[in-house]
């Protein structure tokens, strides 16, 4: 199973429903364990976020924070990135609208499922916006770990209605994929299954623009 | 980063192949949530904009999917949204193979992303029909297709097509997505349905749509920031003009 300790020691400062990244997972490889038997927890585990009755939480949660970064990312990218297209702008401007309305739903969900929603992380770009290129090419890498993420973590969804609720936000999340690597002049899926990403596959992946 | 999604190729391939070689032996029912769950998260439904289908979509009773693919048997109400599944990505591969060989597509561009499309439909038709008959099967029969008219019709009704299938692909996945019992089946039915929304993105932009079809495709395009799943019945009301049998 999963080293269940932070790949990136920084990020242990995110927190997932009220608990350190760290404590969280073990907490939900515990669960998965108590509701599976302990030898079902590597499956379980891997590919997923969590188990647990607070699985789903943690989940959106999690989920949460990815709408974050991206959002953050295209408002900040129609602030800093010099010359952007009139495509692209329209593009990157629909895109944070639905980032944000991602958001708006993730918070209300967490509160209504009586959670407490993260707060938004602090973030850092690096020289992403110094180009339409690099904003784009960094947008595609995002799209595509955010498909990912939902993808991972689909399959431990307990409620049908949170599933229901991440399918429609993923479907979201591919289309973005789709024509953000359109404009790049790329085929729309690199293949022809989706990847999913684990927990700690997509933090060390946004490891780089998250700074607290 | 790039060595990070490279990486995540590998849970990917195998949570396929255990899907095609394994696909019973973990087995775990969705759990349904209680109702103080469903309750709180009416707030997300609401704020979905969709009181009923992008709510319903995941939900066991009463609902048009719920109910086209209940079955007493868990396995055998998945063979039957795999079978669904089946049908329709074997509907999109002979689309796009009878596409590329009318020749319409001149422009070599176009004509790349038609045979990469097509392609993937392939790859998830050979998935399907393997998922479906290690689930005991049988697996669907290949529909005779009907594209006659379409393909008359010249490029921009192709296009267009190429685009109304791929919205409805999608949203058929995500129609069916909650009434999968088997985790694996569900895994490889969300790496199929973010698939075709790429698609269909990608070809609602190609003809001019906007990212919300412009009104067009009532239904199976998003509504805003949130996508729609439809039932089958819808999917294959819709579909229905192009399959002859």
């Known amino acids: 199973m999963r080293d269940p300790q932070p790949a990136a020691p920084e990020l242990a400062a995110i927190e997932i429903h009220g608990m350190s990244r760290s404590a969280f997972l073990v907490r939900s490889a515990l669960a998965a364990g108590a509701v599976y038997g302990a030898g079902a927890v590597s499956p379980y585990v891997r590919g997923s976020l969590a188990q647990s009755g607070g699985g789903d939480v943690g989940i959106l949660n999690f989920a949460l924070t990815l709408e974050y970064l991206e959002a953050a990312f295209y408002a900040q990218a129609l602030k800093d990135t010099p010359g952007l297209s009139g495509d692209i702008k329209k593009l990157a401007t629909e895109i944070r609208d639905n980032e944000d309305e991602h958001v708006d739903a993730l918070t209300a969900a967490i509160k209504g499922a009586g959670g407490k929603p993260v707060k938004a992380p602090g973030v850092d770009f690096g020289d992403a916006f110094a180009s339409e290129k690099s904003f784009l090419k960094l947008a595609q890498t995002l799209e595509d770990t955010g498909v990912s993420a939902y993808n991972g973590a689909g399959p431990s969804i307990e409620s049908a209605e949170v599933l229901g609720a991440a399918g429609s936000i993923v479907q979201i999340e591919a289309r973005h994929a789709g024509l953000i690597r359109l404009a790049r002049g790329e085929t729309p899926a690199p293949d022809a299954f989706d990847k999913s990403l684990t927990t700690d596959e997509v933090l060390e992946a946004v490891k780089p623009f998250v700074t607290s | ?245």
């Open chain 2, 1 to 245: 980063m790039a060595e990070q999604i490279e990486r995540s190729e590998e849970p990917q391939r195998s949570a396929v192949a255990e899907l095609r070689d394994d696909a019973a032996s973990r087995k775990r029912f969705l759990k349904m949530a209680g109702a103080g769950a469903a309750g709180g998260l009416a707030v997300l439904f609401a704020a979905c904009g969709g009181d009923d289908r992008s709510g319903s979509t995941a939900s066991e009773t009463s609902t048009p999917a719920a109910t086209a693919t209940e079955t007493p048997a868990g396995m055998s109400g998945d063979l039957e949204i795999v079978n669904y599944a089946l049908t329709l990505e074997y509907l999109e591969a002979d689309f796009y193979a009878q596409v590329i060989d009318s020749g319409l597509v001149k422009d070599k561009k176009l004509a790349d992303l038609a045979k990469a499309l097509g392609q993937q439909e392939q790859e998830h038709v050979d998935a399907l029909k393997a998922t479906a008959e290690k689930l005991g099967g049988p697996a669907a029969e290949k529909p005779r297709t009907k594209f006659e008219d379409v393909l008359s019709g010249g490029l921009e009704t192709v296009l267009n097509t190429a685009a109304t299938v791929e919205n409805l692909g999608a949203a058929a996945y995500l129609g069916a997505a909650g009434g999968i019992e088997d985790k694996d089946i569900l895994a490889a039915a969300l790496a199929i349905h973010s698939v075709e929304a790429r698609h269909a993105a990608a070809l609602n932009e190609l003809v001019g749509r906007s990212f919300k079809g412009d009104g067009k495709l009532e239904g199976s395009l998003p509504d805003g920031a949130f996508a729609k799943g439809m039932s089958m019945d819808e999917v294959l009301e819709q579909v229905k003009p192009f399959i002859a049998s």
